[in-house]
């Protein structure tokens, strides 16, 4: 299946598609340690949090949000302001087609663009593919958090990943 992406930066109608993404992967992985579904409505204030410089943005098949990313502030403190966090999900009917690569690559790519220093993601231990995808781009495991989390009744270690640029 040939899929002809456009990842643009996302607007407040793409709000649905977005949660509706995030909240089949709260509901049936440990990829987010949100338990608690989302509405939209209870998303636009992350949504409007997001700016130039920390966008959303989604991948799009004709005009249908497959995939979604985004790059938040690591801290509020000033001296953290170069550096960012990345997260990004994909529609379940779509995993595994190259969408979660070109999303991340945007997002790199952004950094980049808006002169991050470095950006930061933290997966969940049994993310595999996601650790993956993210050494294939360039990011380097930097450590491990044992046992932060709980979900599905399990302990779940988190790995910090970091690319620099």
Known sequence: MDIELQINIATKQDLNRIVEIYNWAIENTSATF?????TTQSQLGWFESHDEKHPVIVARENGRVLAWGSISPWSDRCAYSGTGEISFYVDPD???????FNILKRLIEI?????????VSRIAGKSEASVHLHKKLGFSNIGTMKNVGKKFDEIIDVHLMQILF
Request: hydrophobic share 20%.
């Open 94 to 100: 779509f995993h595994s087609k190259g969408i979660g």
């Open 111 to 119: 950094g980049k663009e808006k002169n991050f220093r470095t950006l």
């Open 34 to 38: 949100d338990t608690d579904r989302k």
